[in-house]
């Protein structure tokens, strides 16, 4: 079965304690992004990937690392995270050939900083 | 500058009626307009797409209309039921959607239909 799986789910955590989302997918797809959804603000992304040590900022990367050392993985890092960056996070992967057109997405991250 | 501008907000539509979500965008090298369908507590899954060379594509009850000229296309629910409540979201990407290209999404609509 195709899926984007991220984890963890629903995380609780403090100013300033780094942690990672992982995302991993089992489609072999090149592009993986992340993104985050707000309330009346919709999906912004945050990074993307379009291969293995290829990643570049979307439209909203500050605060936010990633890495892309394997096809399958793609980990979204808040060094230093803040409650602005509370928020639910979807890991998402396609391919990049003529099939590629359909987005899969994780089942979302939900994070709280406080 | 937000370049893909979804309405309404949100909406509250009886059972049996028509669902209708708007959007527009600026970027005329957009060719490739899907919609993705979000149910609470899971990620958006595709629903249905359209590409600028057709005005219409309907799938089951959803219909995508697509005006070029206005840089305008809709989403159309016909016969709406309870199990169609969810946020919907529309999304723009230049590239056909495939290859390189990003997908760039509306700010959703939270659809309820009520029984």
């Known amino acids: 079965e195709a899926q984007v799986t991220q984890n963890p789910r629903y995380l609780i955590t403090v100013t300033g304690k780094k942690l990672t989302v992982t995302c991993s997918q089992n489609?072999?797809?090149?592009?993986m992004s992340w993104y985050r959804q707000d309330p009346g603000l919709g999906l912004r992304q945050i990074y993307y990937?379009?291969?293995?040590?290829?990643?570049d900022k979307g439209d909203v990367p500050e605060g936010y690392k990633v890495s892309r050392k394997e096809k399958r993985n793609f980990p979204l890092i808040l060094e230093s995270p803040s409650p602005n960056q509370t928020s639910l996070y979807f890991c998402?992967?396609?391919?990049?050939?003529?099939?590629?057109?359909?987005?899969?997405f994780g089942e979302g991250s939900w994070l709280t900083v406080v | 500058q937000q370049q893909v501008k979804q309405s309404p907000q949100s909406l509250i539509v009886q059972k049996g009626g028509i669902s209708i979500i708007n959007c527009a965008y600026e970027?005329?090298?957009?060719?490739?307009f899907p919609w993705y369908q979000q149910f609470p507590g899971k990620g958006p899954a595709l629903l249905i797409a359209?590409?600028?060379?057709?005005s219409e594509k309907k799938e089951g009850r959803f219909t995508i209309s697509f005006n070029k000229s206005a840089k305008q296309f809709s989403l159309h629910i016909m016969d709406s039921q309870p199990g169609d409540s969810a946020t919907y979201f529309c999304a723009a990407s230049i590239g056909g959607g495939s290859g390189y290209s990003t997908l760039t999404f509306g700010k959703g609509t939270m659809l309820l239909v009520s029984p």
């Open positions: 489609m072999n797809h090149e592009y």
């Open positions: 970027n005329t090298a957009f060719d490739y």
């Open positions: 990937s379009m291969n293995v040590e290829v990643t």
């Open positions: 998402a992967s396609r391919a990049v050939d003529s099939s590629g057109n359909t987005i899969y």
């Open positions: 359209i590409r600028p060379d057709v």
